[in-house]
């Protein structure tokens, strides 16, 4: 049995993505839930380097939702209790997570052209879901494709998917680091799992 502390979940608005740039320094992204600068990738599980199974080695996300929630340990662990750094015995666990919809990739078609994602259906039931933050590698820059238009059609407020659009570029050339992480096993700094 899982027990929430005080059986709340704590909402955030502002998120910092640290990361590690291909000349090996630290920097690091701000995410704004209510602003276009919600979107982010993680690893895509089916790329290999050997892969048939995904043709991009990355899955876009937007954020709806960033939370936190404080778990009681006793009635998981038992005693004795896991020890702090300090010494004190560990008596929560805070676990922060994320509420996102999931894009769909669409490859470019000649290599002079970006990529593009769309959403899926969000009567999908792969179109929302919930992601732990360990598994961000940065925020991403998408462009609205404007020659397609806005859907118009949001169904769902939380969603925020009354401004959405029908095709989103993933600029890849947004920072001289967002370039380096499309060049696989070329970046130096970057490590993949």
């Known amino acids: 049995r899982v027990i929430m502390k005080d059986n709340h979940i704590f909402s955030h608005k502002i998120m910092r993505i640290k990361y590690s740039g291909y000349d090996t320094r630290r920097d690091e992204d701000l995410v704004h839930v209510e602003t276009d600068n919600c979107n982010f990738f993680i690893l895509d599980p089916a790329f290999g380097s050997n892969s048939a199974d995904s043709q991009h080695p ?4 937007r954020i709806l939702g960033i939370f936190h929630a404080n778990f009681d340990l006793i009635p998981l662990l ?3 209790l896991p ?3 300090n010494g004190d015995s560990l008596r929560e666990l805070t676990v922060e997570f994320l509420w996102v919809r999931w894009y769909k990739f669409h490859p470019a078609t000649t290599p002079y ?3 593009t994602t769309s959403f899926l259906p969000i009567s ?6 919930f992601i732990c933050l360990i598994n961000i590698i940065r ?3 998408l462009i609205p494709r404007f ?4 859907s118009g059609n949001g169904t ?7 401004c959405e659009w029908n095709a989103y570029f993933v600029n890849k050339f947004v920072d001289c680091e967002m370039f380096m992480r499309y060049l696989w096993g070329d970046a130096i700094g970057h490590t993949y799992s």
Do not use: V
């Open 156 to 162: 769902a407020s939380l969603a925020n998917d009354k």
């Open 83 to 85: 020890i702090s750094a």
């Open 58 to 61: 990355y899955c876009y996300r």
């Open 147 to 150: 020659t397609l238009a806005q």
């Open 139 to 141: 925020a991403c820059h």
């Open 113 to 115: 052209e970006l990529d």
């Open 78 to 80: 038992g005693y004795p």
């Open 124 to 129: 999908s039931n792969d179109s929302l879901g």
